[in-house]
Nanobody, 130 residues
Framework: QVQLVESGGGLAQPGGSLRLSCAAS??????????IGWFRQAPGKEREGVSCSSGRDGKIFYADSVKGRFTMSRDNAKDTAFLQMNSLKPDDNAVYYCTADPLLQNAQAMCGQSSRIRYWGQGTEVSVSA
């Protein structure tokens, strides 16, 4: 069992920045080997895989909608993942979820297969408004 706790959401102005954190814990957690993904869901919209990171090869996938603006990173020593969000737009308004899975080790595939992901955090809300 893996627990994921997101933090860092809130209100930002268009063009501003926020940094989301995802702290992972669990009795048999091997954070370095687990795949981590950030998803978001806005009201009335489908869930979107924003960025996913393979624990096996370190590759990181970004959705076209955030490429060049968002950066995902991991601190394996602290069992924590981050999503740095810059140049925020109103379209980025959503609840952001941290996810983890020990088996989905292809980063792009993980971001496209949310129904197969085993562990989800409770979500943190991001609002972008002037």
């Amino acid at each position: 069992q893996v627990q994921l706790v997101e933090s860092g959401g809130g209100l930002a102005q268009p063009g501003g920045s926020l940094r989301l954190s995802c702290a992972a814990s669990g009795p048999r957690l091997d954070f370095e080997k687990i795949a981590i993904g950030w998803f978001r869901q806005a009201p009335g919209k489908e869930r979107e895989g924003v960025s996913c990171s393979s624990g096996r090869d370190g590759k990181i996938f970004y959705a076209d909608s955030v490429k060049g603006r968002f950066t995902m990173s991991r601190d394996n020593a602290k069992d924590t993942a981050f999503l740095q969000m810059n140049s925020l737009k109103p379209d980025d308004n959503a609840v952001y979820y941290c996810t983890a899975d020990p088996l989905l080790q292809n980063a792009q595939a993980m971001c496209g297969q949310s129904s197969r992901i085993r562990y989800w955090g409770q979500g943190t809300e991001v609002s972008v408004s002037a």
